[in-house]
């Protein structure tokens, strides 16, 4: 059984759709950011960083959505949403995973919350303004790879991880799904009744919340 701690439409998207995948039984703790819950003592001895998610697995927790999202795929190899480590297809996978969460997971970082890295109101409306062209850029490039997934044909967690980063630009000037490439693999990924039911769970539409 696993435990995940989560926020509507935060970065537990993707490991609570991976988690719905693979049909593994599994339990969702809310972490209440309108109360503050993720700074509490108590969260904070799960997680130090007061970001959500966290895994809780054999009373251990993991954190950082995509070492969680690769954890969850290695456990179950049946629900086939990598390739098999050791191939090269694989070797692919791990580096989209990898620029997914530290380059435009970041960059994205800076347009939502510009108020953790700048002090100043004109420095956070330059940061998020640079954010919003940098993120042009990679939205570009990855346009031009999804053909209709990251891995060609080949569906994988690696798809899940860039819709849910997708959905995360769903308020600037030029959304990803404004890219014809993206909107079809974003089309084509929430389409699954995994994604379906991870969204119905957490309350959320493409562009806002259900409730709250
Ligand atoms: N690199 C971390 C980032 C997690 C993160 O930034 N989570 C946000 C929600 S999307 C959060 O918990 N924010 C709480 C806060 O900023 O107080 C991961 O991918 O797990």
Redesign the pocket.
Known sequence: MYTLYW?PG??NMAPHAVLEETGAPHELRLVD?AKDE??GTQYRRLNPN????TLIHDGKPI????AILLYLCERHPDAGLMPPVGTSEHGVFLQWIVYL?NTV?EEL?HWW?ADYYMDSEAGRDELKRVAERRLAEMLTRLDGVVAPYLLGERFSAADIYLVMLCRWTRAMAKPAVDWPNLRRCVDLVTARPAWQRMMQVEGITWTGRTAG
Not at 50 to 53: D, I
């Open positions: 926020s935060g970065a950011f993720q700074r007061a970001r959500v998610p954190w950082e959505s995509a969460t997971q970082m919350h």
